[in-house]
């Protein structure tokens, strides 16, 4: 197609230049100081007609080559950005039209090669036969270009598309090249404070060939390819100034969990050092029950603060070499690990405090159990005259582990106080699914 267009658009401006030459010539001979020799008459009256045919084709020779220039312009701009169907189409009629094209210029330009109107011997049948033809080659110029124009309206969807997202293309391309001024700035910023981040560095590097590709453009890479290029690289650099920003408050909050964490560990520590008196009160009030699972609290305590221990150490030399990723990551590890002690070590005094309440008074728990159960039993009964069976029977065994966990504290010496309270426990736990299943139920309409 190109090759067709090529070879049109030079016959175009061969053609153009003869009737070009023609009006140059004509007036000086009618300005009575040429050589001609000039018969008058019908004659002349014919050879002008001729002329003014062949004018009249020159300009519509000329419109069509305009029209088909700008109508290439247009298909280049809808290719460059559309791909799709409709675009292949455009182009395919483009083409076709470039071929009838080439045939009535051939056609134009063979009528305007087979007459010279200017020479002496000009008959009148000449002229006519050259009247004639000029005026066939111009009809059909002007109905190609009519058939041009139409094609043109058709391409207005398409056309404005493209026009859209060029217009965007300038604006997107400049705002990711200042993205990336302003990261390589926020990042000599800190630099001069001292601090290297050298990872932000390097994402900012390997946005190097990205800035490359933009600045070789869309007639290399396309517009739809440069304009997602070019929002990529403007959220890349925006997130490597936002975080080359916040660096300096990243490195001193850094600074701040260290010295938290390092007083949280030492306060462990000792904290732990106090789980044994605990423990020893657990051995020798209550049944192993109530305590086994808590005999090795010291020492998983003692082994979890020195492993934050070790976390909070590396994280100081990450910070001291500012790597800031590892530092973050390491000091979060001391944190779990800080995290599981503390648990470890409050759960000890917390079960002898709850321990020590049921003791003394076990009639507060099972009358909090018992409130639960009635309360669900009273909703399960709202606004029926049996309870529905899936509410009932839950509540039913409610009551009677109830009855077993207060029974089963009168089965010795050393009553198992801890499995009186999670029994408890897990009653009001099974009462309130109870009532969390009846409310929805009544609340999606269910009767």
Known sequence: MAATHARGTSTLRLALALPLLGLTLLPAAFAGGGTRRWFGG???????????AKDAAAAAFYELDTAQRDLRISIETITAVDS????????????ALGQRIDEVSHAYITAVDAHDLDRDELDAATANRARA?????????VRVKGDLDRFEQGLGPLLDKAETQLARLAPAVERARQALRNASTALDTVRQAGLRADDLAARLAALGPELTRLNEGAGRHGVAETLQRADRVLRDAEAVRVEAERLPERAAE????????????EALTTRAGAVEPV???LRRRFSAACWQDLQHVPEQAAHT??????????????????R?????????TARALLNSTDEAVSAAGDRLRRLDAVAKDPQQETDRARFAIRDAQRLAMAGRTTPDPRHARPLDDAVARLDRAIASLDSGRHPDYWHFLTELGAIRATTARVVEMIREERGGGHP
């Not at 019908?42 to 003014?52: D, I, L, N, V, Y």
């Not at 600074?255 to 949280?264: F, N």
């Not at 020195?306 to 001291?320: D, G, I, P, S």
């Not at 800031?324 to 979060?332: I, K, M």
């Open 42 to 52: 019908r004659g002349e009256s014919q050879r002008a007609e001729a002329q003014a």
């Open 84 to 95: 799709s169907p409709g675009a292949r189409r455009a182009v395919d009629g483009f083409a």
């Open 133 to 141: 033809e000029l005026t066939r080659a111009k009809d059909e110029l």
């Open 254 to 265: 850094i600074d701040k969990r260290l010295v938290s964490l390092r007083t949280r560990a």
């Open 279 to 281: 423990l020893s009160e």
């Open 305 to 322: 603060v020195h492993q934050a221990e070790e976390r909070l150490q590396e994280a100081t030399k990450a910070r001291a070499e500012q």
């Open 324 to 332: 800031w990723p590892d530092a973050t990551s390491l000091l979060t």
